[in-house]
C-alpha cells in the first residue's frame, strides 16, 4: 500500500448547530462514540445468542480469557482507530486552519517578491 495520503473530505463550511462550536464537536464525537457503542453491542448480542444456541455460555470463558500478543495488538489498533473516528472532526478543523494559514503566507510571499 503507498505511503501516499489522499484527502477524503467535503470541502466547504461544515454546519453548526450550536453557539459554541466546542460543543458542536462534542456532539459529533460522543455520536461517534455511541454509533461504535451500538454496532458493538449488536456484535456482543448475536455472539452470545448464537453460543447459547450451541449449548456454550460464554460469560465464565470471557470472565477468564487472557488474550494473547496477537490479540493484544488487534485490540489496540482497533483503539486507534475508534479515536481516530472519534477526533476527525477536530482534525479536520486543524487542516483547515493550517490550509488557510500556508495559502495566507503563499499569498504573502508572492506579493514580497512581485
Not at 500500500?1 to 477524503?8: C, P, Q, Y
Not at 456454550?56 to 470471557?62: G, K, P
Not at 489498533?77 to 487542516?95: G, H, I, N, P, T
Request: charged share 35%; proline share 2%.
Amino acid at each position: 500500500m503507498s505511503d501516499t495520503h489522499i484527502k477524503r473530505t467535503v470541502k466547504g463550511r461544515r454546519p453548526q448547530f450550536n453557539d459554541d462550536l466546542a460543543m458542536d464537536n462534542v456532539h459529533g464525537m460522543i455520536m461517534a462514540l455511541a454509533a461504535e457503542l451500538a454496532a458493538l453491542h449488536d456484535r456482543v448480542d448475536s455472539m452470545e445468542r448464537v453460543a447459547a444456541a450451541k449449548g456454550i455460555v460464554l460469560s465464565d470463558e470471557i470472565e477468564n480469557f487472557v488474550p494473547d500478543a496477537d490479540a493484544l495488538v488487534a485490540r489496540e489498533d482497533w483503539r486507534r482507530a475508534l479515536l481516530k473516528r472519534m477526533f476527525y472532526v477536530l482534525r479536520e478543523q486543524v487542516d483547515d486552519v493550517s490550509q488557510r494559514e500556508n495559502e495566507q503566507k503563499y499569498a504573502d510571499f508572492l506579493k514580497e517578491i512581485a
